[in-house]
């Protein structure tokens, strides 16, 4: 009778895998962080050039002048100098024609040897200033709460002041189309807010970040991407 002998242990262990590319098992966070910029459309129209957005330095409310002349505080303007320091390298320098933005940008187109250029459209929602703090903080509340009607007679809505301040943006995105490097934009808070929900991809304007922005407080958007890459915050 022939001896059979017993297998030995490890030869029942599965050989080798067959010879191929090796899978790796990417973890779920960096899937969805890849799908999620898989999914990122550029918004049709409009050039791909990062915004720098900044709200204006501090100012020093004037009853006897209009709004839009009102100059900077002391404070403001050297707030305007520091943010020289904390933005990134820019290649244009915009502003609404309002004497708080222009004031706000030209130290940091001075040190790039730009001239700052002003567009009225970039202006602040158009309204008069009347009855206080407190009866503009209502007003406001107002407006981001229903965009489509006058926050108070006189007031633009939101809707409309939305539409201006976008379109401008466009047309200064497509004046860099051959992307010289970024381009900052020294405007107002109201305008800010609104334009900070649409690539937020919200309905309305939150009024506690327009209450909390600071004064200056600047971002970095992508408006061909629809995208805020970093939002406002104070120097």
Aim: hydrophobic share 45%; net charge positive; with cysteine.
């Amino acid at each position: 009778m022939p001896c059979i002998r017993p297998r030995r242990r490890d030869s029942l262990r599965p050989g080798p895998p067959p010879p191929g590319p090796i899978r790796r098992r990417i973890p779920l966070r960096v899937r969805r962080q890849e799908c999620g910029r898989a999914a990122q459309k550029r918004r049709p129209g409009v050039v791909a050039v990062r915004l720098v957005l900044i709200r204006h330095a501090a100012t020093a409310p004037d009853q006897d002048r209009p709004n839009r002349l009102w100059p900077l505080t002391a404070a403001g303007r050297r707030d305007a100098e520091r943010l020289v320091g904390a933005l990134p390298p820019v290649a244009a320098v915009y502003a609404s024609v309002e004497h708080k933005a222009v004031a706000t940008a030209e130290p940091l187109a001075a040190a790039y040897g730009l001239a700052v250029r002003t567009n009225e459209d970039l202006g602040e929602l158009r309204r008069p200033w009347s009855g206080g703090r407190t009866v503009y903080e209502v007003a406001v509340g107002r407006c981001f709460a229903h965009p489509d009607a006058p926050a108070a007679p006189g007031w633009e809505t939101a809707v409309a002041a939305l539409a201006r301040f976008t379109a401008a943006v466009e047309g200064i995105c497509g004046a860099h189309a051959d992307g010289g490097g970024a381009v900052a934009i020294a405007t107002h808070g109201l305008v800010l807010s609104l334009y900070r929900a649409r690539l937020l991809g919200r309905p309305i304007a939150d009024f506690q970040v327009w209450q909390a922005l600071a004064m200056p407080a600047w971002a970095v958007a992508d408006p061909a991407a629809g995208r805020l890459l970093k939002d406002f915050a104070p120097l």
